[in-house]
Each structure stands twice: as C-alpha cells, then as structure tokens.
Nanobody
C-alpha cells in the first residue's frame, strides 16, 4: 500500500512556474506508474501527465505538452510535475496517483492510490 502526499501548489501569475512534488510512503514505489490529474470546480478529474515505473514512458494531455514535464526519482520515492508558462486555465486542484500495473494510463479508474490534492491558482 502507498500513501501519497502532494506539495508545491500555490498562487502564481500567468506565465509563471511551479513544481509539484508527490512523496510516497510505503513499499515498492518504483513498481508503480505515476500520474498527475487535475480537477477544476464543476469539472471532472482529468489526466495531466503520466510516467511509467522506470520513467521510460511518459504521457501528456495535449493542453500541457511543451509546458509541463513529469519526472520521478525512485531513490527518493517522489514524483514531480514541473509546470511552466502557466495559464489561468491550469487553475485546479492537482492530484498525484499510483497505478500498480506500472504502465502509463490516462484513465483515473486504473489508479489504485491517490493523494489529497494541492491547489494551483494561476491569476494576476
């Protein structure tokens, strides 16, 4: 079983950057694929990015390609989401999640463990 804790959210101006972290406690973090999802008020939770167990495969939703980078450090049991060139439309609660199948999935129902979320607000 994994416990996931996100950090790094906050208020940033358009064009700014934030780096989200997802710290995992528990065994076998390196065997899980990891995903970042976001949910804006009144909208469903959608995939932002995903990464395979060894970092060899990544996935990005179209709206963040070229601006966001997902990475992981298995030695530190931590996944990251570097977000650059932020836009007001990126405002949401961001969640990290772990998928035991280890492959990258864009579907929230494939993920077994979730963090509590961290708020990202992009506003001038």
């Amino acid at each position: 079983q994994l416990q996931l804790v996100e950090s790094g959210g906050g208020l940033v101006q358009p064009g700014g950057s934030l780096r989200l972290s997802c710290a995992a406690s528990g065994r076998l973090f390196s065997t899980y694929a990891m995903g970042w999802f976001r949910q804006a008020p009144g909208k469903k939770r959608d995939i932002v990015a995903g990464i395979s167990w060894n970092g060899g495969t990544t996935y990005y939703t179209d709206s963040v390609k070229g601006r966001f980078t997902i990475s992981r450090d298995n030695a530190k049991n931590t996944a990251y989401l570097q977000m650059n060139s932020l836009k007001p439309g990126d405002t949401a609660v961001y969640y990290c999640a772990a998928d035991y199948t280890s492959s990258v999935s864009a579907q929230s129902y494939d993920y077994d463990y979730w963090g509590q979320g961290t708020q990202v607000t992009v506003s001038s």
